[in-house]
């Protein structure tokens, strides 16, 4: 079918990419301005060109030769990342992209950015001591950005494919014993927030899931509670949000030692006026104010860690001991899995592998007491 006048023409290349021409305006010797968008197949390309004629036609197509990485990915951020991603999320990748990507590959013209450009940023960063798990950070945003210029048809190709991104090590999980929880939550119970400690090594909760839980998420006479929202924290504004995925959003079967807690916690704060606060949070300071993380570990977890003579570990490793316990204790993966809100159990799995081993010795001689037959002794008996 013939294409009218002005749609732009679509043909395929010898190598099997489907490219489609269309004229975006004219310069000022009257000749056409022609842009080039590219595809895997027609359908792919016949999109393409309809949002390149509509952001011709409202104004909002840049000459692509003059644009440069750094206004590509402020448009990137503010149109296509804000909307879809949480504002914590948008904080970290602008910081990033304004700290590390834009001092080297700001001025580059994103037309003619290439995978040496970022591999290069990559390599410096290195030399300069960041981190590999920054430098794998470095290049997904990039990777994610460099993807939606393809969709928008301004590139060809996403430089980002040919890199080699970094392999950082596994972060050090350091977890506490059964003995060492046990005493960190002796010390503790004399603590305003033994609670908030007996539910994350209780559940494995997230700390963010754990400070925005509310009164009415918990049922202390079913012994559950449920995760609806987490309080999130940046540049020291405070909010709550929705959990991270569906998965996040879950109901958890509480451990005794964690609804006896909770029950002496809600006495606590009703003694201090503090029961009935705004968003009815269940853990809140002594003004009655969501809880900073800094905070606590600052003012509150690492004396108690110090004061039951514990090596220094995160507030976060309290998950990853409540996860390693419950996998010792012989809990299945999958509650596990469904307990931590991880959305598939190949992430449990992957996560706690430390403790897989351990796991595979007590099933075999679990099978082994079920199974195995007393060995005869009595030549005679055969």
């Known amino acids: 079918m013939r294409r009218g006048r002005g749609e732009g023409s679509v043909f395929r290349r010898r190598d099997g990419l489907w490219v ?17 968008v590219y595809g895997r197949t027609k359908a792919e390309v016949l999109e393409k060109l309809v949002r390149l004629r509509h952001a011709a036609l409202t104004g909002t197509l840049g000459d692509p030769a003059r644009l440069t990485v750094a206004s590509y990915l402020a448009r990137w951020l503010d149109d ?3 909307p ?6 948008y904080k970290t990748y602008e910081g990033l992209i304004r700290v590390h990507v834009l001092p080297r590959l700001g001025g580059v013209a994103l037309a003619r950015l290439t995978p040496a450009h970022i591999q290069g940023l990559l390599a410096d960063m290195e ?19 460099l993807r939606q210029a393809v969709e928008w048809g301004m590139i060809p190709r996403n430089p980002a494919d040919a890199v080699v991104p970094p392999r950082p090590p596994r972060p050090e999980m350091r977890t506490l014993t059964p003995e060492q929880a046990r005493r960190f939550l002796d010390v503790a119970r004399g603590d305003r927030l033994y609670a908030l ?22 049922d202390l006479d079913r012994g559950t509670l449920t995760v609806r ?18 998965a996040a959003r879950r109901t958890v079967t509480l451990p005794g030692f ?24 269940v853990f809140v300071d002594s003004a009655g104010n969501p809880l900073r993380k800094s905070n606590i570990r600052r003012r509150s977890f690492e004396p108690l860690l110090r004061a039951a003579g514990l090596p220094r570990i995160r507030l976060h490793d309290l998950r990853h001991t409540a996860a390693t316990l419950h996998l010792l204790a012989g809990t ?51």
């Open 20 to 36: 489609g021409m269309v004229t975006v305006g004219y310069a000022d010797t009257g000749r056409r301005k022609r842009r080039a």
């Open 80 to 82: 296509a990342a804000r």
């Open 84 to 89: 879809a991603i949480r504002e914590s999320t």
């Open 127 to 145: 030399r300069v001591g960041r981190s590999g798990r920054l430098r794998l950070l470095t290049h997904q945003v990039l990777h994610r950005a």
């Open 197 to 218: 400690y007996a539910v994350l090594v209780g559940t494995g909760m997230r700390l963010g899931e754990a400070l925005g839980l509310g009164w009415p998420d918990v």
């Open 229 to 246: 929202r987490q309080l999130c924290e940046v540049a020291g504004r405070v909010w709550l949000a929705e959990p991270k995925t569906a």
């Open 258 to 281: 964690v609804v006896r807690a909770l029950r002496e916690h809600q006495a606590r704060m009703e003694a201090e006026g503090r029961l009935f606060t705004s968003h009815l949070l």
């Open 332 to 382: 299945p993966p999958r509650v596990v899995q469904e307990m931590l809100g991880h959305s598939h159990v190949a992430i449990t799995l992957g996560t706690y592998s430390h403790v897989l081993p351990t796991m595979q010795r007590e099933a075999a001689a679990r099978m082994d007491t079920l199974l195995a037959t007393q060995e005869v002794t009595d030549p005679n008996a055969l």
